[in-house]
């Protein structure tokens, strides 16, 4: 019978002296359920860095996968399949240091097999258990949105603090999430969501998009998830006081807002079409004469930098949002409170000029190609020479 036997031990960095701090390796620290997926959002950012410098994705374990595994992708990037998975699964409190140190050991050797070390690692989300026992050269806290579930807030603040406290370099999106982190002791830089360049290159005509969607009059839509954030009774009342306008809402129903959607699904000019893709997701705003943000006004939305709205921008629509923060300082977002006042917005946005080319001009200036450049900069000027970090070394032998 054969056993599988394994050891660490600490060992030097593969460089000696200075680390050299242009072209750093990235790894994107969030494990994804699948590296190939097409994600919308701020993941976009690591697509484009992949061309400016090696970038590693973490994937989950998968059914039958055990030891981690890294594949170039097409785009250029690393997938480091089987990330963390050891210490993932389910086991007794007493196991976890244990797996953590042999799952850290583990990405290490991969990312050393690759060439891929020293690298950066760019924490996503407040995940300080990602960090135990890996050796960056340096580390980046990424503060892109604030705590959706009250309940959890707490235990949010916890692990956030600890990843500021372990970061050398922290960014936030918004703000709000820059006055917060300062909080914590840090000088935060900020880097905002950015727009697609994919929107950008769009070539999806207004009438021919509406035709096939059989909308005609004025339209507003809305792209993203009905969750939490969404002012369903502002919305409701806006549809009903708006009978000649059609609202477009397209995006996925939250199961625990589905009840709150019932009296909107009743009403003639309202239209909720679920998950689109993000050819539906183009065409839902090119049909558009308004585009909406109607997220709740509280603490936690004025937190939010909205990708949407760079969307929107991209295809020069207007943009009528609630009184949330980041949306409040765009010179390109009208913003109103309440039911009455929205309305009002709706309607006079609809007979401004529309300054599409002006927009569209800022979101041509705002990509997410241009935010990879910027975080690149970020990486070099800011992580500065260090001394080549300890890494752990893990072999394997079979016993008999």
């Given amino acids: 019978m054969r056993a599988l036997l394994w050891s660490t031990r600490r060992r030097p960095g593969t460089r000696t002296g200075p680390v050299r701090v242009d072209n750093l390796p990235v790894i994107f620290g969030v494990v994804l359920d699948s590296a190939e997926e097409d994600w919308p959002g701020r993941n976009r950012l690591f697509e484009r860095m992949a061309q400016l410098r090696p970038v590693v994705f973490l994937e989950r374990r998968r059914k039958g996968s055990l030891l981690p595994r890294m594949e170039r992708l097409p785009n250029g990037s690393y997938v480091l399949r089987a990330a963390f998975g050891l210490s993932a699964a389910r ?44 050796s960056p050269a340096a580390t980046i806290y990424d503060c892109m949105d604030p705590c959706f579930v009250p309940s959890e807030q707490a235990a949010h603040e916890r692990r956030e603090r600890i990843c500021v406290e372990r970061a050398g370099i922290v960014i936030a999106t918004a703000a709000s999430l820059e006055r917060r982190m300062r909080t914590f002791g840090a000088a935060p830089i900020r880097l905002p969501n950015a727009a697609d360049e994919r929107d950008l290159e769009s070539t999806l005509s207004y009438s021919d998009v509406r035709a096939e969607l059989g909308l005609h009059g004025p339209v507003a839509t809305y792209l993203g998830t009905i969750d939490s954030r969404v002012d369903l009774t502002l919305l409701t009342a806006v549809a009903v006081s708006m009978p000649d306008w059609q609202f477009l809402l397209c995006g996925r129903v939250n199961h625990d807002r589905e009840r709150e959607t019932q009296v909107l699904r009743t009403l003639p000019n309202v239209r909720i079409t679920g998950s689109v893709d993000g050819f539906g997701g183009q065409r839902a705003i090119v049909a558009a004469d308004v585009c909406l943000v109607p997220f709740r006004e509280a603490p936690i939305s004025d937190a939010i930098n909205p990708v949407k709205v760079f969307s929107y921008l991209s295809f020069g629509k207007r943009v009528v949002a609630t009184d949330i923060e980041e949306c409040r300082t765009s010179r390109f977002v009208t913003t109103a409170s309440g039911a009455a006042a929205f309305v009002a917005a709706l309607k006079h946005e609809y007979l401004q000029e529309s300054r599409s080319a002006e927009r569209k001009a800022f979101a041509a200036a705002n990509t997410w190609s241009i935010r990879a450049a ?24 079979a016993v008999t």
């Fill in 374 to 397: 910027e975080a690149s900069v970020i990486i070099d000027q800011t992580v500065g020479a260090a001394p080549a970090p300890q890494s752990e070394e893990v072999t394997f032998r």
């Fill in 91 to 134: 086991q007794p409190e007493f196991c976890k240091r244990f797996t953590r140190r042999l799952d850290a050991a583990l990405f290490s050797r991969a990312l050393r097999r690759e060439g891929l070390t020293p690298y950066v690692f760019w924490l996503e989300t407040p995940r300080p258990e990602l960090l135990d026992h890996i």
